[in-house]
Structure formats: C-alpha cells, structure tokens
C-alpha cells in the first residue's frame, strides 16, 4: 500500500485488492489452513481503521486462518492514531515493525522523513500496551549523513526500547528508478568503508545487548521464534524475510505482489492500471511467472543453508540432491576459494561454513550459488551494492 494524498485512489485500490483476494480463494482448498499473514510492501497503516478492519474481514472471510497465524503488518509512526493500532489489534495483528530507519535529525531531513524520538517512543508504548506479542523495528544503514557516532546515537535510543526483533536494512541508492532519490548527492552517503564499519558496530552492539544475528541483518532476542527455528535448522526465507514456516507456500496480493510454491514464482503487473483491468475482468494479477527446475532447487536449497544455516554440509547435501557436489558446483569454486581468502568463509571437503565476519556479507557469499546472477542479461545488474 503506497500513500496518497488521494484516499480515494487507496479505496479503489482496497476494493480491487479485495476482489483480487476473492479470485485466489477460489483456486485455493478451503481445508488448507494460513499460518502466517503480512501486511507490507509500503505503507500498510496510511488506511483507516475502518478499512483496515474491512481488509482483514476479508482476508477471514476468504482463507481458513489458524488460531495460532502470526499476523504481522509493517507500521509507520507518523500520522498514527490509537485507533489505528485498536483496529490492527481487533483483526488479529499479533506482530508489528516500526519504520524507524534513523533517529538522527540530520539524516531524517534528507530522506524527507521527520520523525522524533518521542513520537516513535509514544507508539512503542501503545503498540505494547495493546498486548502485541513482538513488536519490532526496521532501521537503515547508508542512509545520506550517517555516520558511525550518529547511528550509535540511534541505536542507543533504540534499545532502551528494547524491540523483540530488528531488521537493520542497507539502503538502496537507485536514482535511476527512484525518482525520488535523485535530490540525494553521492557525496553524501557514507563510503563503502564507514559503511562496513556501521555494520561491524551494530553487530557488536546488538550482540552486547542480547540479540542474536539471525543473518542477512535481522537480529532477536535470544528467545525468539526465529533464533528457536535457526538452532532447530528449520529456519527458511521468502520474499517477506525470515519466516519459521518452512513448508508454507506464499500468495503476494496487490500490485507487484510475489507467491511462491515449490516449484512456481509468479508476480503480479506493476502498473495501477494493468492491476484494475485484469482484476476486473476476474482475471488474476499475475504478469510474470517462473517454473522452478531441479537445477533451480538444487541451487535455492543450497543458498538457504547459507542463508538460513550459516553452514552447508557438503555430504549431506550431496546425498540428497544426489550428486557429486564439487562436480556440480565446480564452476563456484574459484569464488569460494576468493571468499574464504577474505576471510568470509570455511571451506572443506565436508563443509562450507560462514565465518563470524562472513555474516556481514551473507548475500555476497549465497549469490555464487545463483546461475540468474551470471546470466549476461539478468535484470540484476540494475540493483543496488549488497553492502
């Protein structure tokens, strides 16, 4: 859900939005339970309360969702009311992630995003006066001004909160298709260097405080869902994020929005008017698809280990999949012989593990595992640095 100024423009979008729901319900088995449900990808709490009841009613009305789903909605602090978080309770919200992404002055003028301290801290205290199981925050790092002493600043703010999780986001420097971030000056982001240094001091900040690195810079309290999921090796990620639901297939609803199943990913059209004219005409969203092969399993399963385990067994992994793992991935090794040089890395016959270090750079070192990124005209070399 994006802001508009326009709420007219977000009550039509929430009535397709809800046909678009209707439409999978109907492909989908009555007897097949939902266990988790997220709301994100934007803005999610620029709706009513009303209308935030009215979504969630139909999303109940739609699925089988379990007495014991965990229902998560991405908040922003600014312009949120008490009843905003009453309706978000009311329709069964039991998680919650404030955007927070800096608490220096300086900084927050540059991303054009004025949120004080006491604001933030207000709707902490409401958000657990309401009885949220986990209440969570999103910060930024690269961000224009920060620096090592002005985000140590913020985290120390942060943590007198003492949120049960914290997703500590690199930030996506794209002016080229963020119209938006073309006001921002490269000269005003921090170096490749700071940045490294940022990382370094949050993880040993956050590690001094009791949180463990869950990895790919999303850290929990020591009893945690997810740090019980990563010590269990049942730990999985999806396009959400780290998830303790392994098996569950993924529908993304809205414009943009990702599923996933074991053996497809699809995504829905970009475009507010594509989205309306296929929804009405009782079509799905759907724009794009891929069709998982077993080359594309072999691969995902080993980048979730790296992701999710901080470690592949190599024989393990090999009697699996059935193959003969140096052989398979043989045109990886030269990458992993550079990684463990950095010191990012273990490398063995038996296994790959991820150094304490190496942390820091999970999607570096998961990314030589992925045949799309070597493809010389993937999309992907229009993303941002990892790092």
């Not at 977000?10 to 999978?24: D, N, Q, V, W």
């Not at 919650?96 to 300086?106: A, I, M, T, Y």
């Not at 001094?208 to 999921?229: E, Q």
């Not at 150094?355 to 045949?371: C, K, P």
């Amino acid at each position: 859900m994006l802001a508009s100024k326009k709420y007219d423009r977000a009550a039509e979008y929430l009535a397709l939005l809800s046909k678009e729901i209707s439409l999978m319900a109907r492909l989908t088995s009555s007897k097949r339970e939902v266990h988790q449900i997220h709301w994100g990808g934007g803005t999610p709490t620029f709706l009513v309360p009303a209308d935030i009841r009215r979504l969630a009613s139909t999303v109940y009305e739609n699925f089988s969702v379990s007495s014991d789903a965990e229902i998560s909605c991405e908040v922003d602090p600014r312009n949120l009311t008490w009843d905003h978080i009453a309706a978000l309770s009311e329709s069964g919200f039991n998680r919650v992630s404030l955007g927070v992404q800096d608490l220096d002055p300086r900084v927050q003028n540059s991303i054009n995003r004025i949120q004080s301290e006491s604001l933030v801290r207000n709707v902490y205290d409401w958000m657990r006066k309401k009885g949220f199981k986990s209440v969570n925050m999103d910060l930024m790092v690269g961000l224009p001004h920060q620096s090592v002493e002005s985000f140590s600043i913020t985290l120390d703010k942060v943590l007198s909160m003492a949120p049960d999780r914290l997703a500590i986001f690199n930030y996506a420097h794209l002016p080229h298709l963020i119209k938006h971030q073309k006001l921002i000056h490269n000269e005003e982001l921090p170096t490749l260097h700071t940045r490294l240094e940022l990382h370094r001091m949050i993880s040993d900040r956050l590690s001094a405080a009791g949180y463990i690195d869950i990895g790919m810079d999303h850290f929990a309290k020591a009893d945690d869902d997810l740090v019980k999921a990563r010590e269990s090796k049942t730990l999985w990620r999806n396009f959400q994020g780290y998830t303790t639901h392994k098996q569950c297939d993924l529908y993304g609803f809205g414009i943009s929005g990702i599923s996933q199943t074991e053996d497809v990913y699809a995504q829905n059209v970009k475009t507010i008017e594509g989205y309306r004219e296929r929804v009405n005409s009782g079509k799905m969203a759907t724009e794009r698809g891929l069709r998982v092969s077993l080359d594309d399993k072999i691969r995902r399963d080993a980048i979730m280990q790296i992701m999710c385990e901080g470690e592949l067994n190599i024989l393990n992994f090999s009697r699996k999949w059935t193959i003969d793992f140096a052989a398979y991935f043989s045109e990886v090794y030269p990458e992993l012989n550079h990684l463990e040089a950095d010191g990012l890395i273990k490398n063995s016959v038996e296994s790959i593990k991820v150094t304490e270090f190496g942390h820091i750079f999970l999607r570096n070192i998961a990314m030589v595992f992925d045949a799309y990124l070597k493809k010389p005209d993937t999309e992907m070399k229009t993303y941002s640095q990892t790092l």
